[in-house]
């Protein structure tokens, strides 16, 4: 059974067997392997962006040595 979104009023149910309509398992495997690929890619851009440091104002440098040691 399937759903025919094609149909003029609103989608209706078919058989989808008897409407010729095959989707193998082949196509669903290849299509979730890519949807995978696609998410993966995105998230590693984003991790790479997220680590770049901001282009904001630069510290000042710290003098060396501890910062009380001036008695």
Avoid: C
């Avoid at 000042?60 to 910062?67: L, N, S, V």
């Amino acid at each position: 059974m399937g759903f025919d979104v094609e149909s003029d009023h609103e989608p209706r149910l078919v058989d989808a067997k008897a409407a010729g309509i095959v989707d193998p398992l082949a196509v669903k495997q290849w299509a979730l392997r890519y949807a995978t690929h696609a998410a993966l890619t995105v998230l590693q851009v984003d991790q790479i962006v997220m680590a770049k440091t901001a282009g904001g104002p630069k510290l000042p440098k710290q003098q060396a040595g501890h910062w009380d040691n001036d008695d």
